[in-house]
Nanobody, 111 residues
């Protein structure tokens, strides 16, 4: 299985971005998926998780602003990020079943 993340870029504070992570192979629909991020000089942290059944969990710092979703027909997980803050600046990575990592996509939020 390989994961390909996309959709990162530069946004202003208060703006929105939508990240996508496409998975190859047939394991996607039976896998838990997650978005993580690694801010500059800091450790990687969980942002949002979604189970194979669509149950979601969020880090307190993004709850109410970010939404994780999945489309099993497209083998893709999404992260809709609204009301972005400069502290959301990080490399965002997707994960499959807490084991397999994508390559990451940079999100930069300017104040």
């Amino acid at each position: 299985v390989q994961l390909q993340a996309s959709g990162g870029g530069l946004a202003q504070a208060g703006g929105s971005l939508r990240l996508s992570c496409a998975a190859s192979g047939s394991a996607f629909s039976t896998s838990a998926m997650g978005w993580y991020r690694q801010p500059p000089g800091k450790q990687r942290e969980v942002v949002a998780l979604i189970s194979m059944d669509g149950v979601t969990e969020y880090a307190a710092s993004v709850k109410g602003r970010f939404t994780i979703s999945r489309d099993n027909a497209k083998n893709t997980v999404y992260l809709q990020m609204n009301s972005l803050k400069p502290e959301d600046t990080a490399v965002y990575l997707c994960n499959l079943n807490f084991r397999i990592w994508g390559q990451g996509t940079q999100v930069t939020v300017s104040s």
